[in-house]
């Protein structure tokens, strides 16, 4: 998410139904989303509205660059 005017670590693809169009979520305007368990996957979906993504991703390079990110912060 972005926080403090800075861009999130990881950008977060998926697809919003009913397009099968993978595409980057822009989180920002998003306040009113949550992530949920449907099954076997994590969608983003919208608190009290029927809008969701499903699909979502990350990508590897993101993830690694993230992590060290976060384990390079003092506590």
């Not at 920002?28 to 699909?55: C, D, H, M, W």
């Amino acid at each position: 998410m972005y926080r403090d005017g800075k861009e999130p670590l990881v950008k977060l693809r998926g697809n919003k139904p009913p397009s099968y169009a993978i595409e980057e979520i822009y989180t920002a305007p998003l306040t009113s989303y949550e992530f949920a368990v449907e099954g076997n996957a994590i969608i983003f979906q919208e608190r009290y509205g029927k809008f969701r993504y499903e699909n979502l991703t990350v990508t590897a390079v993101e993830i690694d660059r993230a992590i060290h990110e976060l384990a390079s912060r003092q506590i």
